[in-house]
């Protein structure tokens, strides 16, 4: 992949999202931090951004979900202010940035509602599919990557980053054991139905081993 130039490069990938998934503490923004150094040092255009987040609007939606005193947000109220944020994301960052040749990676998209909404809050798939559509124009990634792990582990690796300066749980962190579980089945359920462009990884392995694991499959997919 070193030999192309910087143009081919940026032709090459022109008009591409990658999204990363997971429960909480898989690993997901330390992974697309990585990911987005690699493709810079290889000469590619990337763009990260983060849901529910990115723009002004989207965060501000992102705090009234996020806040522990939101108790009263109904399953479906909760479902709508995703797929708001999302809306918003896509119109003013990510449609911008794919049409003009970037690569974009997103830090959770898509699936993410169809785990915790649909597997974690019982909300039903389907439906869950229809406003996905909606709010993102048809826009979807061409690789997700779906960092796999146990939410055992997702919630220990989170207790040893809390700290000085570090917020405590959110609204969705203090979620049992068992909605979690939902969660982490969902993905893989969705993951078995689109093979082609979910790819399940460990995450339980050591940080370099699933960086390297996930640029390989990003290579691979996208014919770097
Ligand atoms: N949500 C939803 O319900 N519906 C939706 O449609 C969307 C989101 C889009 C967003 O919170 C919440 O919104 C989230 C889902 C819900 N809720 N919950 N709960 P967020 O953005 O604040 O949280 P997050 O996306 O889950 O991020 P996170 O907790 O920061 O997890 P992460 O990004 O996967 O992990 P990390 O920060 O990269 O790593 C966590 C720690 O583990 C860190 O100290 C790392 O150094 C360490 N780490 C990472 N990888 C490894 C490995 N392989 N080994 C050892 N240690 C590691």
Redesign the pocket.
């Known amino acids: 992949m070193g030999s192309l130039n910087r143009h081919q490069k940026q032709s090459q990938l022109r008009g591409l999202l990658i999204s990363i998934e997971?429960?909480?503490?898989?690993?997901?923004?330390?992974?697309a931090g990585q990911l987005e150094r690699k493709f810079i040092a290889e000469g590619y255009p990337v763009q990260l951004v983060?849901?529910?987040g990115g723009t002004i609007i989207s965060e501000r939606i992102r705090e009234l979900?996020?806040d522990p005193g939101n108790q009263q947000i109904a399953a479906k109220t909760?479902a709508l202010l995703?797929a708001a944020a999302?809306a918003q994301l896509v119109a003013e960052v990510i449609q911008p940035n794919l049409e003009a040749g970037q690569l974009v990676i997103c830090?959770?998209?898509t699936d993410?509602?169809l785990a915790?909404?649909g597997g974690?809050r019982g909300i039903d798939l389907e439906w869950l599919r229809d406003l996905n559509r909606l709010a993102t124009g048809g826009v979807r990634p061409e690789v997700t990557l779906l960092?796999d792990l146990d939410p055992q582990i997702g919630r220990n690796?989170?207790s040893?980053?809390q700290g000085p300066g570090r917020p405590g749980e959110?609204r969705?962190?203090a979620?049992s054991e068992a909605f979690y579980h939902r969660v982490r089945e969902t993905y893989l359920q969705v993951a078995r139905e689109e093979p082609q462009r979910l790819r399940v990884m460990d995450?339980?392995?050591?940080?370099p081993e699933?960086v390297e694991e996930a640029w390989e499959i990003l290579a691979q997919s996208l014919n770097l």
Do not use: C
Not at 203 to 207: D, E
């Open positions: 997971g429960i909480d503490g898989a690993g997901k923004s330390t992974i983060r849901e529910p979900l996020l909760e995703y999302r830090d959770r998209y993410s509602t915790y909404q974690g960092l690796r989170r040893t980053r959110d969705l962190e979620e995450a339980s392995k050591p940080l699933v």
